[in-house]
């Protein structure tokens, strides 16, 4: 059921869609995040892409949203030879959006089809496969089909996320030693490792970065540990030795599934420390 103020926020971005299909050279444009997905609040923002073979300038692209009622906020990041993006308020609801090349993109489509992701590229990825088209949309619906998570990329991100530090092994001794800070921080890398790990079983995009509605990602896993969701919840908030034990149950589970579905893989590689740098 989409929520009145994902209907509202969508109206705000059709109006702001159509006056830039009218005055620049826009090829596509995408509505992203949770007014997408139907789910926007009086909080949340718009987040608009649209896409050029050709940017326009941004002091172009800026006078086009005042023309719609927008007040400019101020840019996210700086530009560069790929795109711009920035921040306006339009009916007292923030909008993020802003330029991007096509080229840029296609890009980036190329390292998802090479299984080469990192968590730009699986942001835009997600972004991409969760959008809704405002414009262009058989461009965007051919761009949605080469971002579907490619089979060189599932066994790849198993590997790479397998081994948990044995916290629950040693809980009383850091409780002992004034750790609390490391404790909750091995908890976490653990619950995100676990997240990693299962969606990647799932052929789901992940990253831990700005990692919100952790319930619907959960949802939407075929293949999990029974109450997912709630027990990841017990990680982030439990008392610490409470928490290592949801943790080593998640985590025994959770390997039982990759020696079950990944083929070839040692779910029990051991844990290793971050690299420096």
Known sequence: MTTQESERRLGI??????????????????????????????????????Y???LPEPTTFDAVLRD?????????????????????RLDEVEVQTGGELVEALERRLGRIAAGEVDWVTAKVAMGLLEGVPLFGAGVVRAWQARAAYPE????????????????WAIDAHLAARDAELFRRQMLLDGAFKVV????????????????KRAHEHASRMRIKPDRLADRLDLLANAAPSEAAGVL??????????????????????????????
Do not use: C
């Open 13 to 50: 971005a059709r109006r702001i869609v159509e006056r830039l299909a009218a005055d620049t050279d826009m090829r596509a444009s995408l509505m992203a995040g949770s007014v997408a997905q139907g789910t926007a609040d009086e909080h949340s923002d718009i987040d608009l892409l649209n």
């Open 196 to 211: 990693a790990v299962l969606s990647a079983v799932n052929r789901l995009y992940f990253t831990e970065f700005q990692f």
């Open 68 to 88: 719609v009622g927008a007040a400019l906020i101020g840019p996210i990041g700086e530009p560069d030879k790929d795109g711009f993006v920035a921040r306006y």
């Open 152 to 167: 060189s990329l599932r066994r790849k991100e198993v590997e790479a996320n397998l081994g948990w530090f044995p916290i």
């Open 248 to 277: 080593r149950g998640l985590v025994e589970e959770t390997k039982e599934i990759v020696r079950a579905e990944v083929e070839g893989v040692d779910a029990d590689a051991p844990w290793q420390p971050a690299k420096a740098g």
């Open 52 to 54: 050029y073979e050709r």
